[in-house]
Every structure is written in C-alpha cells, then in structure tokens.
C-alpha cells in the first residue's frame, strides 16, 4: 500500500518553476524518497531519489524536509513535454516501489 | 544502455483465453519486477525476482498468474485463464543493486492487455 500522500494534479505555466509535494509521515529512517513520473502510453520514467539531503539532477531537485515527513520536487523551468503523472513513492527495504495514484501535472503554454 | 525489452506491445484477448508477455531486462540487472497497472490508477506490484528465484509474489493471483525467470535473465509472466477485469497495462522493470550504489528501476513501455 502506498505511503505517501500526493494532490491529485495542479497545472504550471510553461518555463515556470513546478513544485509538487508529497506527504510520507510514516516514513521510517532507512525509506528512500523517489520520485517517477509517466508520460501518456508509456513506461515509469525515474527522477530523482533522497535519503535525508537535498539532491539535484539535471531533470529536478528534491527537497526533503529535516523531519523527512513531506519532500517536494521542483522541476526548474517546465516545459509541455514535462506533462505527466508523478509519483512520489517510498522505496522499502527489500527494494520493492509501491505506487500511489500520483499527481497529474499539466504544464500550459 | 539498452533498455528493458517487452513484447508483445498490444494484445487483446476474449476472456477465459490464455495470454503471454515476455520482459527482457538491461543486462545484468539481477532484480526483475512484473507490475500491473490499471487504467488511472498507479503500477501495482505482482512479483519480484532476484536472479531466477521468486522475492515476493504475494499480490499476484496465483489461480490464474504464473511468472517464471529461466536463468535469470528473461521473464514470462502467463494468465489462464483471462478475465475481464485483467485488462490493464503489464509493466515489466529491473533493477542492479549494490548497497548504497542504487538509484532506480528501470521499466519498460509495458504490454497493454485488453481482454474482451
């Protein structure tokens, strides 16, 4: 069952800052945050990942917070082809991801 | 490096007929993963392998679900018979893990089932 707590979608304006949080209140100190997202009609794509700092990527940032009880991913400059599902997932310690329903993001020109 | 592999990329079936899909990892990748996902709803995790031996197959429905990793390289996952409600995309994904030096799954573009 999925830990982590998403909203269901929110749109972003083209070039601006996207940032979409995750809740994960229960998460115990050895959970990894990742952070997928899917494109229509294909695969999960990975992200990015974090423990307990902050992480950047070429694609995004991950900021989680000290408490590690929410993150956010900050994708920098949205273009209309970030248009996705994202999920927020906590990887457990067999190495198992188990997905929510995942934000519907909508980057608009 | 290549991606995971699956075919066949569409497939409809009437129900009560049998169904394969076949998943071939990145090379090396010791840890194979079957999901299903259901249209709107996130990827649900049918079963993991590591190498050729089952990890967790606790949510795959085993009356009509069979997967199997020969040599623990490629995998078939089976259904028999098939049911209405098992129309849904079959996401097949692999992993390389080395303690700390792990950073994702990687997944395939799926199978879409529609069974009619």
């Known amino acids: 069952d999925a830990k982590t707590t998403q909203p269901p979608s929110m749109d972003c304006a083209e070039g601006r800052a996207a940032n979409l949080p995750c809740n994960h209140s229960?998460?115990?100190?050895?959970?990894?945050v990742y952070w997928y997202r899917q494109i229509h009609s294909q695969g999960p794509q990975y992200i990015i990942h974090?423990?307990?700092n902050n992480e950047t990527n070429e694609m995004a940032s991950l900021i989680i917070t000290e408490d590690r009880k929410s993150s956010t991913l900050i994708l920098p400059h949205a273009t209309l082809r970030d248009t996705a599902v994202y999920y927020c997932i906590l990887r457990s310690n067999d190495y198992k991801l188990s997905f929510g329903a995942g934000t519907t993001v909508t980057v608009r020109a | 490096e290549a991606g995971v592999a699956q075919s066949p990329r569409y497939k409809i079936i009437e129900k009560r007929q049998s169904v394969a899909f076949w998943c071939n990892p990145i090379s090396g990748h010791a840890t194979l993963y079957w999901y299903q996902q259901i249209l709107g709803q996130g990827p649900k995790l049918l079963i993991q392998f590591q190498n050729n031996g089952v990890v967790d197959d606790s949510q795959l429905p085993k009356d009509r679900f069979s997967a199997e990793r020969l040599k623990g390289v490629d995998s078939t996952l089976k259904i028999q018979p098939a049911k209405l409600e098992d129309s849904a995309v079959y996401l097949c994904?692999?992993?390389?893990?080395?303690?700390?030096?792990?950073?994702?799954?990687?997944f395939g573009s799926g199978t879409r089932l529609t069974v009619v």
């Open positions: 974090g423990l307990k």
């Open positions: 994904a692999s992993s390389s893990v080395f303690g700390r030096a792990y950073y994702g799954y990687t």
């Open positions: 229960t998460i115990s100190g050895n959970e990894y």
